[in-house]
């Protein structure tokens, strides 16, 4: 059983940034993928990044390239969305997700409750 906290949103101006944290309970978080998905108002949850396991490899969806970074230091059992140059569109709950399968992501065994950025223009 794995439980997942997130934290670090908040309220930004149009072009700030936010590092968004996600610390995992259990002893083995090192042999779990990794994900943040987003999930807007009246919209689907989508992707927003994955990391494999010793965090060598990563991927972001198309619309976050170049402006976020996830990271994980698997020492400390936490994950970390680093959000630079952020937009409107950007507004969402931020969900961290953990599988035991890169591929698996999208249907995460285990979810976090979620945290709140909200971006002004």
């Known amino acids: 059983q794995v439980q997942l906290v997130e934290s670090g949103g908040g309220l930004v101006q149009a072009g700030g940034s936010l590092r968004l944290s996600c610390a995992a309970s259990?002893?083995?978080?090192?042999?779990?993928?990794m994900g943040w998905f987003r999930q807007a108002p009246g919209k689907e949850r989508e992707f927003v990044a994955g990391i494999k396991y010793s965090g060598a490899y990563t991927n972001y969806a198309d619309f976050v390239k170049g402006r976020f970074t996830i990271s994980r230091d698997n020492a400390k059992n936490t994950v970390y969305l680093q959000m630079n140059s952020l937009k409107p569109e950007d507004t969402a709950v931020y969900y961290c997700?953990?599988?035991?399968?890169?591929?698996?992501?999208?249907?995460?065994?285990?979810w976090g409750q979620g945290t709140q950025v909200t971006v002004s223009s």
């Open positions: 997700a953990a599988d035991p399968l890169y591929t698996g992501l999208g249907s995460a065994n285990y």
């Open positions: 259990g002893r083995t978080f090192s042999s779990y993928a």
